[in-house]
């Protein structure tokens, strides 16, 4: 290059907006902002203690179900008792599937037997395409051809039948 060349180089460069990092500095850390006036105090006060009574109320929702589903296994294995059926450890009826309250799973290949129908080969797909198509007739065909001759195609002969020549 030409020193000419690399002036008007360089003054363009310096033209444009200056980086400000090189992107190898770390965040070291970043200023908390807290409320200054009365009112903004207030209103962060009233959220934390909204948030907090949030989280109380799904705890304790969250321990309700728990029990509830801790008594309902206790009436379970109390009804298999009395009806004098087998009760293992788990408290589960021998020889029975174990049932559990859980979400079923869904999408994707299950409940398939043997997973996803195969492909097919490149051979099925030609001779689908090249063999002979069968029509399906309509039931006002079915009639027709059934007048005369092949019940499954229409001919001449069922056309004459109909004028009533045959």
């Known amino acids: 290059m030409s020193g000419f060349v690399k002036a ?7 033209l444009g907006p200056k980086q400000k990092t ?22 962060s006060d009233l959220n934390k203690a909204t ?11 969250q321990d309700f179900d728990r029990d509830i589903r801790k008594v309902q296994t206790r009436i379970g294995q109390t009804s ?7 009760v ?18 869904s999408g994707g290949r299950i ?10 080969t490149n051979v099925q797909k030609i001779k689908e395409t090249f063999a002979p198509k069968k029509k399906n007739l ?4 079915m009639k027709i051809a059934k007048l005369a001759g092949n019940p499954n195609k229409i001919d001449g ?3 004459k039948k109909l004028r009533g020549r045959g």
């Open 111 to 120: 409940g398939r037997r043997f997973g996803s129908p195969k492909p097919k």
């Open 157 to 159: 002969a069922d056309f």
């Open 22 to 43: 090189t992107g190898t500095e770390v965040i070291k850390s970043v200023k908390a902002t807290f409320p200054k006036s009365k009112i903004g105090k207030a209103m």
């Open 88 to 105: 293992t450890k788990s408290g589960f009826t021998k020889g029975k599937d174990l049932k559990k309250v859980e979400k079923k799973a």
């Open 51 to 61: 948030l907090t009574a949030k989280g109380r109320m799904k705890k304790g929702s």
């Open 80 to 86: 298999q008792k009395l009806k004098g059926e087998p």
């Open 138 to 141: 309509s039931s006002k065909q």
């Open 8 to 14: 008007g180089f360089t003054f363009l460069k310096n």
